[in-house]
């Protein structure tokens, strides 16, 4: 008879069977491990949750009172006598792949990261292992990222003459993780920087977790007009085209999402500007991860698995495709609202 | 190159038509003449013929970017364009140039007489010193279509801004047949148009429609809100052919297309009648096969546009004719400030001498005395081999492009069946990496057959739920074509219906479109092949 593997794919996410525990699982359960507080991949409804200790008050705010244990990079938890270790993932702050040692064997479970040290984020670490379950949002050879800082000057650029024109600067971007990373790259000198309330509480709980972050002024009924246009505001990306955003008129509307490296997917969106800014691995960086890694089979779960695994084959990895619910965070299409990756709307409780 | 590349990328950058016209005078106003005319060239379809066959291109572009074959066609799919493909997969390392667009024009044009070592050599040399944005610019010079987010109007609108000629003028001056390398800009902006080619056609004026829907029709009140006294209107049969502009000048004949091409030679009966107008004529109307005098369903006249040889099998089965409806030069003289109704005197008074009243017919007049009468006329344009009716300010002058107010047209509802979704193909352009290009089927007994592909209809909001249930819904993938779940029930418009022995189901459409997504229809309602067959009449 086969053996056993130490995690398996089911109905309800990634389970150990030895361990009896899930990786971000969908569906209920006792016991879940969580890789980041994107909601496609901390559902609400288990009994017990482990996480980063960064993701803490992020997890407590979007899914109220849980029961919630944390721990820091590298420090290893017992579960029925398999080890778990979080590794940082540099996806979002308080982002981890989970390690997964059972007798020896070894396996990784990515989430979702970013090879690209982005200033806020505990920078990506490969993981040793026997078996690594990756992403791959972007696997695609088209999706190429060009340096941060590189991108930022054009934001700043941006933002300086939307100033000079005396039109308001309205970016946006996903409330965990890229809110933040504009947030701490943007040259303060220009102006101040005004918040969603969607976005400000994120960041009032990663505030209440010691990150420190640039100031930032939460918008109300009251923030005078005048004194927007001269600043920018973040914005979550459910609030294109509401009255809410129209208040702001006349602005510049800027998106920031790896998707903006597709002239199509650019003018889909019809913002005035699309910057390519993604806190997913790039092409290079998804293939130099799985390298690093060393590993003897890999699991792609999300993203473009079709071909990103059949190429990984070609170029000499036991490469296979998997089914999950993992979504697309970096993405404000519509989507039709049973699917589980909208994030915006707050606490879900 | 680099003030194109980046002409490019700010008109891409902003959906405001001030800004894109701030960004086009800004163009302009920073580069040499020659580039002018190069831009405008390819802003209105004048691209240099292409010098490299695209496979071999594609070939030479996988090579340099190191990825099989099958990725590079994944690529293209997520990308939906192929310059822009191309460009995204080579590394953004630059030697960089500083050449002109218009020696880079000069060296494309140059390059097609070579090799293909040399056309190999150019063209990695070329990529090499290109940065990202210069590069997709480059390719699309290379390639395919060259088509850019903003409409020649508002080129136009810049050019006269910078110019200080008329807007009107210059949409006359940059139509028919010209090259940057032989018309200056200084003989576009001249003020006497001294550079006028005996050849160039006039601007076509193009009629907005009348909006309703299937469920909301226009009452005879609502045409006398809108469009006042019905005496003030001429009417006609809105043909179903092809929109041409026939020149007869220096003992010359030319016959232009809407597309602005040169289709003198694909309608050699219509020579004769051309050549016995006088000097100094121009017509508007619409050409059409025609047989025992009656007009024949475009779907005839479909068959010979694409021909390179016309045989004289084909000239006899799909002979055509022109049903002219206006007249835009009169004895030498440009009248297109005269009113509707004195241009349709001159056009008669032509058409009365004609020796060849079968192939130079008129648009008859529809006799009507208000908007009740025309309704009631309007129901019988199927039977007349006409879309509908136009509409005609008898006041009116001609004009330049589409414009509300003077001319409209008044179609007649579209035939429409319900109809499964069974295949789905990604998108271009805007719509690339979405499912958007559909199949449709309808019921054969207990099986679905393909009848049409329709890509338009939904909003963006319907695209994105339409292509999330694709992605989760797909049985087998062909490439980049999906076979998806029959579930999804759609009404699917269409203009006409002809028999067709290319297609499996036996029947061929005449622009289908989306009409609307029928949630309320389980797919087993949907129609069947029958009620298709139906309509078409036999």
Redesign the interface.
Known sequence: MAKQPLLEFTDSGIYCAKGKFYIDPWKPVDDAVITHAHADHAYWGHKHYLAHYLSREVLLYRLGDINLQTVEYGETINKNGVKISLYPAGHVIGSAQIRVEYQGEVWVVSGDYKTEDDGISTPFEPVKCHSFISECTFG?????W?PQPQIFNDVNNWWRNNVEAGVATVIVGYSLGKAQRILQNLDLSIGKVYTHGVIENTNEALRRNGVILNPTERITFDTPREEIRKGLVIAPPSSVGTPWMRKFMPYSFGYCSGWM????????R?A???FVLSDHADWDGLIGAIDATGCEQVYLTHG?T??FS??LR?IGFDAHEVHTLYGDDESI????SE?PVEEDGGITI | MKAFAQLFLSL????KTNEKVRVLKEYFNSVPDTDKMNMLALFTGRKPKRPINSTLIRTWAMEV?N??A??FE??YH????LA??MA??MD?NTTGSNKTLTEWIAEINDIAKKTEEEKKEWLLASWAMLDNQER?VFNKLLTGSFRV?VSQNLVIKALADISDIEAATLTHRIMGSWMPDTYTYEQLIEEQDAAANISRPYPFFLAYPIQETSEKQKSAEDLETALGDAKDWQAEWKWDGIRAQMIKRGGEIFIWSRGEDLATDKFPELHSFLNALPDGTVLDGEILSFQNGLPMSFNILQTRIGRKNLSKKILEESPVAVIAYDCLEYDGEDIRYKTQSERRELLEGLQAVTQYPEVFRISALIQFNNWDDLAIIRGQSRAMVAEGIMLKRKSAHYQVGRRRGDWWKWKIDPLSVDAVMIYAQKG???????YTDYTFAVWDGDKLVPFAKAYSGLT??EI??VD?FIKRNTLE?FGPVRTVKPELVFEIGFEGINKSTRHKSGIALRFPRILRWRHDKPKEEADTIESLRALLGE
């Open positions: 695609m050879p088209v999706y190429q060009k490296a597709i002239r199509g997917a650019k003018r889909r019809a005035d500007r699309g473009y079709a071909s059949r190429y070609e299409d519509t989507v039709p699917t | 891409d950058e902003t959906n970017s990825i099989p099958w990725l994944e690529s997520v990308v939906g364009d822009e493909t995204l997969l953004d997709f987010g271009h352009g805007r719509r690339a990496d979405l963006d909001a994105n739920k999330y993938k």
